[in-house]
């Protein structure tokens, strides 16, 4: 799957903040075969269907969120990134600017 753009970003971002603020009901019509294997999974681990349901969903929404913010480097990619950390450039007169730049402007939450 391609990652969001960032009007699509933007857009989630707005739906996901609209859904926060009500208490809304998320319907889900599971079929037969579905729901006997809902039922099946919450008795084994002692939850009621609802209470399964509600966990299974956090979990994967959680699963998913983590997949879409983690950086995964391989190769060539991690050996220069793990040298980085190790060994960092030292500041030049354009980074020491920025610094001070960035600094003045940016104002950090308490």
């Known amino acids: 799957m391609p990652p969001l753009s960032k009007s699509d ?58 997949d879409h913010e983690r950086i995964v480097l391989q190769g060539e990619a991690r050996h220069m990134f793990l040298a980085a950390l190790a060994s960092p450039p030292k500041a030049n007169d354009l980074l020491l600017a920025l610094m001070v730049r960035y600094a003045r402007e940016v104002q950090s939450r308490p």
């Open 9 to 66: 970003d933007t857009s989630v971002l707005e739906l996901a903040s609209r859904a926060l603020k009500t208490r809304d009901r998320a319907q889900y019509r599971p079929t037969a075969e579905q729901k006997e294997l809902l039922v099946r999974a919450a008795t084994l681990t002692g939850q009621t269907l609802s209470d399964f349901m509600r966990t299974a969903v956090e979990e994967r929404a959680q699963r998913v969120i983590a």
